[in-house]
Nanobody, 127 residues
Framework: QVQLVESGGGLVQAGGSLRLSCAAS????????MGWFRQAPGKEREFVGA????????YYTDSVKGRFTISRDNAKNTVYLQMNSLKPEDTAVYYC????????????????????WGQGTQVTVSS
């Protein structure tokens, strides 16, 4: 069983930055590929990006490329989402998720491959 706890959300002005953290329980975190998702009110959940268990491969959805960066510290069982140049349309609840079946150190899971989820953290970007 894996437990994921996000933190770091909050209110920020457009153009600002936030760094979200996702702390994971379990000794096998280093073998989990991790993803970030978000859901705005009235919208479907959106796949933001992901990182392989080694950290050597990443994926970002087009709307965040060049602004968001996913990283991980396996010694701390934590994955991060650095968000820069934030826009009002980035406002959402952000969730981290784990793929416990990731088969390769460079495998970046697709949006439907995650089996553990955090509770989410709210990010609000004011204009």
């Amino acid at each position: 069983q894996v437990q994921l706890v996000e933190s770091g959300g909050g209110l920020v002005q457009a153009g600002g930055s936030l760094r979200l953290s996702c702390a994971a329980s379990g000794r096998t975190f280093r073998r989990y590929a991790m993803g970030w998702f978000r859901q705005a009110p009235g919208k479907e959940r959106e796949f933001v990006g992901a990182i392989s268990w080694s950290g050597g491969s990443t994926y970002y959805t087009d709307s965040v490329k060049g602004r968001f960066t996913i990283s991980r510290d396996n010694a701390k069982n934590t994955v991060y989402l650095q968000m820069n140049s934030l826009k009002p349309e980035d406002t959402a609840v952000y969730y981290c998720a784990a793929d416990s079946s990731s088969y390769s150190s460079i495998h970046v899971p697709a949006k439907n491959e995650y089996d553990y989820w955090g509770q989410g953290t709210q990010v609000t970007v004011s204009s």
